[in-house]
């Protein structure tokens, strides 16, 4: 792939996961409107009342609500400034397929390189894994604000989606910090191009 033909291709794939990201966001908040707009039909009224936490409780809500919206901020800055937005937003790998991507991650936890023509796209791939761990303090600012706002509420639908949220964005981060040491380790088994595998975001 030439190299104009590959920039095309890396807008394109820029494109779609706008598209998937606009689509995902559109999605729930529409799913999210008609929960609201069901909550009396769908839920028992019981779920959604608010219950009448001590003041200590309703503190440590707001402390923890703010707290975790204090670490997404910090979270995002730090992947802005720290280059690892702008290297995942500019990375080749915008010009394959999902599939292929998964693929390619597939092979990094394995270590396992079944052609030569693969490995400068593992590597990129790795180096990509390897700065997914940024994405850990920012599902964590999540989760404690969600937390904060069950506090805040104590109503039994906020224990649902903690719950939910917690579990979804549990496994995520488990699976990233699996990964990270792995493609960690598949770098230094197979060295390349310090342009690659330089700026990991690790830190």
């Not at 936490?53 to 800055?77: I, N, S």
């Amino acid at each position: 792939m030439d190299g104009d033909s590959e920039r095309r291709e890396i807008k394109r794939g820029r494109r779609s996961v706008r598209l998937l990201l606009v689509g995902t966001v559109l999605t729930f908040a529409l799913a999210s409107l008609l929960v609201g707009l069901m909550a009396d039909g769908a839920f028992p009224r019981s779920w959604l009342e608010r219950g009448d936490p001590p003041d200590w409780v309703e503190v440590t809500g707001l402390v923890l609500a703010v707290l975790g919206m204090g670490l997404e901020v910090v979270a995002l800055v730090r992947m802005v400034r720290g280059g690892s937005y702008r290297a995942d937003r500019e990375s080749r790998l915008g010009a394959l397929s999902f599939r292929r991507r998964r693929e390619l991650a597939r092979a990094v936890r394995r270590g396992v390189v079944e052609s030569a023509d693969d490995l400068p796209w593992l590597r990129v791939t790795a180096a990509q894994m390897i700065r997914q761990r940024r994405l850990v303090p920012l599902f964590g600012g999540l989760v404690t604000m969600n937390l904060g706002q069950l506090l805040l509420s104590l109503a039994p639908i906020w224990f649902v989606l903690f719950g939910v949220t917690g579990v979804a964005f549990g496994l995520a981060c488990g699976q990233i910090l699996r990964d990270a040491p792995r493609a960690e380790a598949f770098l230094r088994e197979h060295p390349g191009d310090p342009v690659v595998t330089a700026p990991t975001g690790s830190g």
